[in-house]
Nanobody, 124 residues
Framework: QVDLVESGGGLVQAGGSLRLSCTAS????????MGWFRQARGQERDFVAA????????YYDDSVKDRFTISRDNEKNMVFLQMNSLKTEDTATYFC?????????????????WGQGTQVTVSS
């Protein structure tokens, strides 16, 4: 069992930046592929970014590529999402998720554990 807690969301103007953090419980954090997903109001939850267990591989949705950066610190059991050049369409609840499999998935199905989410609102 892994408990995930996101933080760092808030209200920011378009063009601004936010850094989301996700802290995991337990001592097996490095065993998990980690992902960030987001869900806008009335929409399905969508993939944002994912990172391999060692941090050597990262994947991004095209809508955030070159603006968002995912990283992790296995010593601190944390994964981060640095979000720059934010747009109003980035407004959503952001979730981190942990996947026990060895491969990185861009779909939410394989992810085993989810946080409660943190709200990001980008104003124009």
């Amino acid at each position: 069992q892994v408990d995930l807690v996101e933080s760092g969301g808030g209200l920011v103007q378009a063009g601004g930046s936010l850094r989301l953090s996700c802290t995991a419980s337990g001592n097996t954090f490095s065993y998990y592929v980690m992902g960030w997903f987001r869900q806008a109001r009335g929409q399905e939850r969508d993939f944002v970014a994912a990172i391999s267990r060692t941090g050597g591989l990262t994947y991004y949705d095209d809508s955030v590529k070159d603006r968002f950066t995912i990283s992790r610190d296995n010593e601190k059991n944390m994964v981060f999402l640095q979000m720059n050049s934010l747009k109003t369409e980035d407004t959503a609840t952001y979730f981190c998720a942990a996947d026990r499999s060895h491969s990185i998935s861009l779909q939410e199905g394989p992810y085993d554990y989810w946080g409660q989410g943190t709200q990001v609102t980008v104003s124009s």
